[in-house]
């Protein structure tokens, strides 16, 4: 053990506390005795522990502990973990008692497995989550350097092939050498495949309809062998070529024809014998074909849309028709057309995810969008609080505008074990949905059940919405299901409802415990004119038994393959039964606000005979409306693109007279043309390099005045979004970069964030692009000469080469010696305080310290043992005289300490030589009385004869003469014993003062 001080020249200061020490001890004429010691040495000892915590008093040990951190390559191309958490196990096993150790593993990201301590390497494997579609080595290095403290002997081994893509390793192992901590390397070699990769795949960036390009494959073998190539165009195999492949580079060419206008993706798939790896057979390219406007018609029922078609034929406007169920669910999918209609399609069709991607697609890519009414769409749908609804110009949500019959809903929802998690969730958003459409003057209910109904809510007037919302997102998930209970409660309780019409929702996913029961229940609904729809959510569902109900008590039944859309049907429901939202009278539309549209209304309009009512939104523009007034078209701007509202059918039911008028064609092209984007050639040319995981965007302005300001909005296939800020390097080139974490297709879109819609921003006049991450850089073949990186990084460290036969050597290196420290300053702090209250209590208390240490050490055994030897050795027969001198022995005993506490010489006088002034004997004129304590020497008088009363003539009696006492006598010394008594009284009473 050592000694250490972190500022030893303040030691300095012991040299004037001696001296100042010696000072005190000398010249302090306030104490006497060993109280002057105790309390010069107590301060002087305080002063030098303060001075020892100023100086940074340490003691240290020399220490030779190891410190490692093993760092496991997590990534795809590291196919085989066990080898390497085997030799990991091993090598820790060889750690000494103090050697500290840690694992930590990486991908893209770094994750620490173990923390860095004496415990042993656990015998488990790697259990952390990081994306093994990368490898972030210079993470995994800064994360591993982080868990050391400042010692020595800090290493990390690295076990890894050396295929990093993401980061800088070697800037990062520079950093860790400035700190003094190598790198050992462990290579994994993994097995050679025979294996071919699409490297690269190019497509000219822009077409135009009919015009022929050439497709570029570059594809890399490490074998020879046959194969086909095949290309595809959104999915569909557009063409398709035998190929021979040789070891190494191999470039095909093929042509194609670029014939349909819009965003397309194309791809380029390799099929090999003998390849043994296929998740880099396929590279994808993104071109956008420019001529006609496509539009994609989504029709509610098949075969309705016929009068749209040939409107939009006779506008030369390319089409598509669909059924909902046929909806992408790719972004980039609807990145391929101008504008999207939906005619007379139920939410309940459109899955969440649908919804939510054309929202997007209308909001950041300026895609069309229009809505054509029916008694399947807007309020009638369930597209209430829905993404759909968001963009449309108009609300479902019917705003006081007429006389709503007052609706009495109970909801009946399936809590059972297996409706946990997503489903239970949605379930109670679709509820909540439904509250929200209702009346204050509705009444409510929700009984979830399992095995048994438990009431939710109680029927009651929907005067406090939050607090039914409340409850119901209280729901829990337990038990089995029995249906029958919860809907024999449910009608029970809408019996005593007041409304005019009353209504039950049932939804379940399961099977119910009893299936009988229920005529005597459907007669009593219909009695009672109670409607009851059914939701089957999966396939699990007891469909028969929900369908019986649903049609023995005049509802509807729903089949729920795609839960999103559990909500939609709810609101959907809550519409229906409403029965407000449909208007079915014949009107004449009034022109409101038309616009650029006027000219086709010059002549008049033609009548329509019932539309679904709506809300027009604030900053909506309404062209039509009716006598109500609800909008008939209304249209707006939402984000970067346009939507229309068109209330009333097309079909002929409602707009019999409208599509039989001869303007009919030209106005619906008209109004669809209105929602496609509404960019100009496009000024900017963007070009794409992908690196790693980090997409670097350089966007040149071409022919137009650059902004100051220039954005670019990333949208992936989960359709999650991301803003990349493009910094002006020059004049009209921007550069800007941004990190994926995973392969794919990615739309790209430029915006001005200072543009005229404020925070929004505005599009920067270009229409979307993309690009693509074909597959994970894991993947890629290695180059034929590839970097030793690993041996690269233990040469700049001072690291070592590790073999994968001799594990143990990991922790065989020759160790340094370090100091561990202990720091004393709370321990000195505590010292001088404590030492500080004795000095006080050594200067302030009166208290016999002398009789106390007397005590203590009377206490001891010796002593004890002292003692019954004397008393042993006494001689019995002791005179009581002898008893008595004992007695005044201590008396004097005592009266001496206290004398010499409170300053008096030991002979009874104070300092300064003055007598003490107490006692009989101090009084002037008094006369002197013998003592009644004689000496042990003196002889004891004769007793008196008697008192003798003096007569009045009698003289008085001289005074008694003493005999002279011995030079001996303590009596003489202290005076008499009446004297000393006195003298003794009063310094205890000084003591008490």
Not at 67 to 78: T, Y
Not at 229 to 242: P, S, T, V
Not at 768 to 776: A, H
Not at 927 to 953: D, F, L, N
């Amino acid at each position: 053990m050592g000694v250490q001080f972190d500022h030893p020249w303040v030691l300095l200061l012991l040299l004037p506390l001696a001296i100042g020490a010696f000072y005190a001890y000398r010249t302090d004429f306030r104490l006497k005795g060993s109280r002057r010691k105790w309390a010069v040495g107590l301060r002087t000892t305080i002063i030098a522990l303060l001075v020892l915590v100023l100086a940074g008093f340490h003691t240290f040990t020399l220490v030779k502990d190891k410190e490692i951190i093993f760092l496991a390559d997590r990534s795809a191309s590291m196919m085989d973990q066990d080898p390497v958490w085997d030799w990991i196990n091993k090598a820790g096993a060889e750690k000494g008692p103090e050697d500290r150790v840690g694992t930590v593993a990486v991908g893209l990201e770094a994750a620490v497995e173990k923390n860095l301590d004496t415990a042993p390497v656990s015998g488990g494997r790697s259990e952390a989550a990081v994306n093994s579609g990368f490898t972030n080595l210079a993470g995994g290095l800064q994360l591993a350097g982080s868990q050391f403290g400042g010692g020595e002997n800090r290493r990390i081994v690295l076990i890894s092939d050396g295929e990093n893509n993401v980061g800088n390793v070697l800037t990062e192992a520079a950093m860790l050498k400035e700190r003094g901590i190598a790198i050992d390397v462990l290579k994994a070699v993994p097995p050679e495949l025979n294996d071919a990769a699409v490297e690269a795949f190019h497509v000219p960036e822009k077409l135009y309809r009919a015009e022929a390009f050439a497709f570029e494959v570059l594809i890399r073998s490490t074998f020879a062998g046959a194969g086909e190539l095949r290309l595809y165009e959104d999915n569909r195999e557009i063409g398709r070529q035998n190929i021979t492949l040789e070891r190494g580079e191999n470039l095909f060419s093929l042509q194609g024809l670029a014939k349909e206008p819009g965003l397309h993706r194309y791809r380029a798939e390799i099929f090999l014998d003998g390849d043994e790896q296929s998740a880099n057979n396929a590279s994808y390219a993104i071109t956008r074909v420019t001529g006609s406007p496509k539009v994609l018609i989504v029709e509610g029922k098949q075969g309705t849309s016929s009068n749209l078609k040939n409107a939009l034929a006779s506008g030369l406007i390319d089409h598509t028709v669909i059924g909902p169920g046929m909806l992408p669910s790719e972004l980039v999918k609807y990145a391929g057309y101008d504008s999207i209609l939906f005619n007379n399609v139920s939410g309940e069709q459109v899955g969440g995810k649908q919804m939510d991607l054309i929202e997007q697609a209308v909001r950041s890519y300026g895609i069309g969008f229009m809505m054509i009414g029916g008694e399947e769409s807007f309020g009638m749908g369930g597209y209430f609080k829905t993404p759909i609804e968001k963009l449309l110009p108009v609300s479902m949500e019917l705003e006081g505008k007429r006389e709503i019959p007052s609706l009495g809903l109970i909801l009946v929802i399936d809590r059972s074990g297996s409706m946990g998690g997503d489903k239970l969730k949605l379930a109670q958003e679709s509820a909540i949905r439904t509250v929200e459409l209702l009346r204050p003057k509705d009444t409510v209910g929700v009984v979830a059940f399992d095995d048994q109904p438990w009431w939710v809510v109680e029927p009651q007037k929907l005067d406090d919405k939050d607090g039914v919302i409340a409850k119901i997102n209280s729901i829990p998930s337990a038990g089995g299901t029995n249906i029958f209970p919860a809907v024999s409660a449910a009608t029970e309780e809408i019996l005593n409802v007041q409304a005019q019409r009353k209504h039950i929702i049932l939804l379940t996913d399961g099977q119910s415990a009893v299936n009988s029961g229920y005529d005597d229940l459907l007669k009593t609904m219909t009695d009672g004119k109670i409607t009851m729809s059914t939701v089957a959510v999966g396939d699990d569902a007891d469909v028969n038994l929900l369908q019986s109900l649903a049609a023995g008590a005049k509802g509807r039944y729903y089949l729920v393959k795609d839960a999103t859309t559990l909500p939609a049907i709810f609101s959907r429901e809550a519409a229906v039964i409403a029965r407000t939202y449909i208007v079915d009278k014949p009107f004449v539309p009034a022109i409101v606000q038309p616009g650029d549209w006027s000219g086709w209304f010059q002549d008049g309009l033609p009548s329509i005979y019932g539309y679904v009512a709506a809300t027009p939104k604030m900053t909506a523009q309404t062209v039509l409306s009716s006598p109500e007034p609800d909008p008939l078209l209304a249209r707006w701007q939402y984000g970067s693109g346009r939507t229309v509202a068109w209330t009333s059918d097309l079909t002929g039911k409602w707009s019999r007279d409208f599509v039989k008028w001869s303007r009919f064609p030209g106005l619906f092209a008209d109004m669809v043309k209105w929602t496609f984007p509404q960019f100009a050639a496009s000024p900017y040319e963007v070009n794409t390099t992908v690196n790693g995981n980090e997409v670097t965007f350089e966007v040149t302005a071409e022919g137009a005045e650059a902004p100051e300001e220039l954005e670019a909005l990333v949208s992936g296939e989960d359709g999650g979004e991301e803003r990349v800020p493009l910094t002006q390097v020059s004049p009209g080139v921007y550069e800007g970069s941004m990190a994926v974490r995973s392969s794919g297709s990615f739309l790209l879109q430029l915006r001005n964030p200072s543009g005229a819609d404020g925070d929004e921003g505005e599009m920067a006049g270009m229409q979307g692009t993309g690009f693509v991450i074909p597959y994970s850089p894991e993947y890629r073949l290695p180059p034929a000469e590839p970097e030793d990186t690993l041996q690269a990084l233990a040469e700049l460290t001072g690291g070592r080469v590790l073999d994968w036969n001799k594990p143990e050597a990991a922790f065989q290196f020759t160790a340094q010696p370090t100091r561990s420290l202990r720091g004393w300053e709370r321990p000195l702090l505590a010292a001088a305080l404590l030492l500080w209250l004795a000095d006080v209590a050594v200067r302030r208390l009166a208290l016999p310290w002398g009789r106390m240490a007397e005590a203590i050490a009377a206490a001891m055994p010796w002593r004890r043992r002292a003692r019954a030897l004397a008393a042993a050795a006494a001689q019995p027969g002791a005179s009581a005289g002898a008893a008595a001198d004992a007695g005044l022995a201590r008396l004097a005993a005592r009266k001496s300490r206290a004398a010499a506490f409170y300053g008096a010489d030991g002979d009874g006088t104070e300092r300064g030589g003055m007598p003490p002034a107490s006692g009989p004997a101090a009084q002037p004129g008094a006369a002197p009385t013998a003592s009644p304590t004689m000496s042990p020497t003196a002889k004891p008088s004769p007793p008196s004869a008697g008192p003798q009363a003096p007569g009045p003539s009698s003289p008085p009696s001289p005074p008694r003469e003493t005999a002279e006492p011995d030079q001996n006598d303590t009596s003489s010394q202290g005076g008499t014993g009446s004297d000393r008594l006195g003298r003794l009284l009063d310094a205890k009473r000084r003591g008490r003062r």
